[in-house]
C-alpha cells in the first residue's frame, strides 16, 4: 500500500512542480472520493471566509466499509502556498495543530458502492485557527502516518475593520478583442487602514477566472500606484478568454435519468450512466452552469452524503480527427489537476474522444481541456470564445506589514460576469 501511494505522489510531482500545484487539493489515495471543501454551505464559492466566522466543511468518501482511524494536521501558508516558517503552533491554532481525530464518520447505506463518508469542520473544539491567510490540511491514516490520504486548501480572510477593499470590475472591451472573445479584469485595492510603504514588496494579489487555479494571474504590476490605493487598468496580464458556458449534468438516480444523461446501464457489477454525446460548440448559447462547480445531492435528498450511490459515468466527445493537445475534463470535481483519470482518449473508429470516471451522485459541471507538451492549458480551444460568456473572477489580496512574519489575507472578492455587467457576490 504504501509502495502504491508514494508511485502515485511520484506522478504528481512529474505532472506539477511544487510552485504550481501547492495552492490546489491533493488525493493521494485511490479510495479517496468526492473530496469537498465548502466555507459557510457557499458550494458556489471558493472555500474562504472572514476569520472566526463561520465554518469550513470538510467532506470525503473512503471506498470501503472498513473504519480508518483518520487524524488531521493544519498548516499555514504564505501567498505563494508556501509553509510558513516563522510562526509557532500557538501562534497558528488555539488548541491542537496536529493529531486530531475526524470523528464524524457514517457508513453508506442501501449503496451498490460500499464507503465510509468522513466530515469535519474547522474550526472545532480542538483546533481553532487564529490568523488569516491560505491553510493547508493534511489528513492521515493512523497506520500510515508517513504520507497523507489528501490535503484540503482553504483560506481565512482578515475581518472587517482590518482589511482592505478590493473592488473588481469586467468588461468586454479589451485591448485584445472589443466585444468578440475576451474579457478583461480592473481591479482597485484600497489600503483601508494598514501602513504600505513599498507596495510591491508588501502586497500579493491572485486573480483568477472561475475558481480556476490553472490559469491564476500572480502578482501582476499594477499601472497606477497611489499614496491609499493601487489599481489594475487595461492590464494585459488580466485579459482573460472569455470561454462559454459550462456543459453540465446530474446522476441522482440508478433507475432513472436526469438532465444530460442518455442512459443508465448495469454491468452486474458497476452501474453506468451514459452521458449525452458532446460537441464542439461553435456559437453562443446561454446556458445557465455554475462555473464548474459541483454538488452532491441526490433524486430524494435525504442523507446525501450517505445514501447517493456511484456510477461510472461516460463522457464523449464528436469530432472527425484527434486534436493536436491532449484533452482533459475539468471542473471543482476535478481539483484543477490534469490527472490521468481525467484525460480522454480518442476512438478513431467512433470518432471521438472518451473518458470514464466514477462520480458520486449529483449536480456537476465539466468543459474540455486543451493541453500542451509543457502540460499547462494551451491556446486552443476545443469550443469558440465568446465576450457573453457568464463567468465569475475571483481576487485575492495579502499584506505583510514591515518585520511581519507570515502573509495576511486582507481582501476577497468574488464578481460575476453577466454581459457587461459586473455583480459582487
Known amino acids: ?70 487524524t488531521y494536521r493544519l498548516e499555514h501558508c504564505e501567498a505563494d502556498w508556501k509553509p510558513s516558517t516563522g510562526l509557532f503552533e500557538s501562534d497558528v491554532v488555539d488548541g491542537f495543530i496536529s493529531g486530531n481525530t475526524i470523528d464524524d464518520v457514517k457508513e ?52 472587517a ?28 485595492v484600497d489600503y483601508g487602514n494598514y501602513t504600505v510603504s513599498n507596495p510591491q514588496q508588501q502586497i500579493k494579489t491572485v486573480v483568477m477566472q472561475n475558481r480556476n487555479w490553472l490559469e491564476a494571474r500572480w502578482n501582476s504590476k499594477p499601472q497606477y500606484v497611489m499614496a491609499n490605493e493601487l489599481r489594475w ?3 494585459q496580464d488580466y485579459i482573460f478568454r472569455a470561454g462559454n458556458e459550462y456543459r453540465k449534468f446530474e446522476i441522482l438516480s440508478t433507475d432513472v435519468t436526469s438532465m444530460g444523461v442518455d442512459r443508465i446501464g448495469w454491468d452486474g457489477k458497476d452501474y453506468h450512466a451514459y452521458l449525452f454525446p458532446a460537441l464542439p460548440l461553435l456559437n453562443y448559447i446561454y446556458d445557465e452552469d455554475a462555473d464548474g462547480a459541483f454538488l452532491i445531492r441526490n433524486s430524494d435528498n435525504i442523507e446525501v452524503n450517505t445514501t447517493s450511490d456511484y456510477m461510472l459515468t461516460h463522457f464523449q466527445l464528436n469530432t472527425p480527427s484527434p486534436y493536436p493537445y491532449r484533452i482533459f475534463l475539468n471542473g471543482d470535481w476535478t481539483y484543477d489537476r490534469l490527472l490521468p483519470e481525467y484525460e480522454m482518449t480518442y476512438n ?13 451522485f449529483g449536480y456537476y ?10 502540460g499547462k492549458p494551451a491556446a486552443f480551444s476545443v469550443d469558440n470564445s465568446h465576450y457573453q460568456t457568464e463567468n465569475s473572477y475571483q481576487a485575492l489580496v495579502y499584506f505583510r506589514p514591515q518585520g511581519g512574519r507570515t502573509d495576511k489575507l486582507v481582501g476577497y472578492a468574488n464578481v460575476k ?9
Open 1 to 70: 500500500m504504501k509502495q502504491r501511494v508514494l508511485t502515485f505522489l511520484c506522478c504528481l510531482a512529474c505532472l506539477f512542480p511544487a510552485s504550481v500545484s501547492a495552492q490546489r487539493h491533493e488525493i493521494n489515495d485511490a479510495n479517496i472520493r468526492s473530496l469537498k471543501v465548502i466555507a459557510n454551505q457557499k458550494w458556489l464559492d471558493l472555500p474562504v471566509m472572514v476569520l472566526n466566522s463561520g465554518r469550513i466543511s470538510i467532506d470525503f468518501d473512503d471506498l470501503t466499509h472498513t473504519y480508518r482511524r483518520l
Open 348 to 360: 478513431s473508429t467512433e470518432k471521438c474522444y472518451e473518458a470514464v470516471v466514477p462520480l458520486k
Open 417 to 425: 460576469f453577466i454581459k457587461n455587467k459586473s455583480i459582487e457576490d
Open 161 to 188: 475593520g482590518r482589511s482592505m477593499g478590493v473592488r473588481l470590475n469586467i468588461t468586454s472591451q479589451t485591448d485584445l478583442s472589443i466585444n468578440s472573445k475576451h474579457q478583461q479584469v480592473e481591479m482597485q
Open 365 to 374: 459541471n465539466y468543459q474540455f481541456l486543451a493541453v500542451n507538451e509543457q
Open 108 to 159: 453508506s447505506t442501501l449503496t451498490n458502492t460500499l464507503y465510509t463518508h468522513y466530515h469535519l469542520d474547522i474550526p472545532n473544539d480542538k483546533c481553532r485557527p487564529k490568523l488569516s491567510g491560505n491553510y493547508r490540511l493534511y489528513i492521515y491514516d493512523d497506520n500510515e502516518p508517513e504520507v497523507p490520504l489528501l490535503t484540503a486548501c482553504f483560506m481565512l480572510t482578515e475581518p
Open 233 to 235: 487598468t487595461h492590464n
